[in-house]
């Protein structure tokens, strides 16, 4: 009896194993999908090191106010580190306000009017960045298949209307980050993380959705993202200009002097 018994939970942790082998291998069938759909492996890994920048409107509901204004947001990944720029320009009740924030690797800071509002740059700071910064470098798809990466299948939704089918994204050290693809296209539709909100200093859940693709030097690209934050609407964007850089300034991640 004691060696049947050893047999049959033998034989489920078997099947528990083969079964998750089996999600992992399913889940790297969609990711590889997703790359081919969105510029192919070649191109999302040039891409990936150049450095990107769009602009367009925003549209930004927060603490009851309802705000419009413009936004760019730069960004590239340099010695494996995710840098970013974004500089919003909002008109609140007849006043120009502007409002900046960028990560150079080493510090995260936040102007107000050209004015340094915050900056972050301890160890535990830098690493909730990176920690949030992960969830981009996710979204280039072509680290996915890297290894250290666990990939699952979290089951089928929709964004929109688009049916879509969720994978997991595990790294060591590193948050969980679900991606959500169109099961018709395999273009991404959906990102989802715990981030951490830079002005509160809170990790919060953030979702943002993905619409209106077009093609830039070879690679699919949104045009219009929808932030949400704790399950609220944040921030709409309407993408007007995106281009790839050949390079940025020095110090141009960096906080004003």
Do not use: C
Not at 65 to 70: A, K, Q
């Amino acid at each position: 009896m004691r060696n049947f018994r050893t047999l049959f939970v033998l034989g489920v942790a078997l099947l528990a194993l083969t079964t998750a082998a089996r999600a992992d291998d399913d889940a790297k069938d969609i990711i590889k999908k997703a790359i081919k759909a969105h510029g192919g492996e070649d191109v999302l890994k040039k891409n990936r090191v150049r450095p990107g920048q769009f602009s367009g409107e925003a549209h930004i509901e927060a603490e009851g106010l309802e705000l419009s204004g413009t936004m760019e947001m730069t960004a590239m990944m340099k010695n494996n580190s995710y840098r970013f720029r974004q500089d919003l320009n909002l008109k609140v009740m007849d006043m120009e306000v502007r409002q900046s924030v960028g990560f150079d690797g080493k510090e995260l800071w936040i102007t107000l009017n050209d004015q340094v509002f915050m900056t972050y740059d301890s160890e535990d700071d830098l690493k909730l960045i990176r920690e949030s910064n992960w969830a981009e470098e996710a979204a280039d798809l072509v680290v996915l298949l890297e290894p250290g990466v666990e990939l699952a299948i979290v089951g089928e939704d929709k964004v929109g209307d688009h049916p879509v089918v969720g994978v997991r994204v595990s790294k060591k050290g590193f948050k969980d980050v679900l991606l959500y693809f169109d099961q018709k296209t395999y273009l991404l539709r959906k990102i989802q993380n715990q981030s951490l909100d830079f002005m509160s200093r809170k990790e919060v859940e953030q979702e943002r959705i993905l619409d209106d693709y077009t093609d830039l030097e070879g690679q699919k690209m949104p045009k219009k993202l929808t932030f949400f934050q704790d399950g609220k609407k944040l921030l709409d964007l309407q993408v007007k200009e995106m281009k790839f850089l050949d390079h940025v300034e020095e110090g141009f991640f960096s906080r004003p002097k």
